[in-house]
């Protein structure tokens, strides 16, 4: 199943899209691999977050 594309405007449309997506991607996953997927996830947004933040500091 492919990425769905999220409209601007942000419909009840999109949400179903967005948990039908998450759903393929995840029904055939252990519960281990599901965690260490978020895990890997949240680790990317944190750097990331840290990364914006740091840049604004500076300005």
């Known amino acids: 199943m492919t990425k769905p594309v999220i409209k601007d405007s942000f419909s009840v449309d999109d949400i179903h899209k967005i948990r039908e997506y998450h759903y393929e991607m ?6 281990k691999k599901i965690i260490d997927d978020i895990n890997k996830e949240a ?17």
């Open 26 to 31: 995840t029904k055939n996953m252990t519960d």
């Open 43 to 59: 680790e990317k947004f944190k750097r990331k977050l840290k990364a914006r933040r740091k840049k604004r500091a500076v300005v």
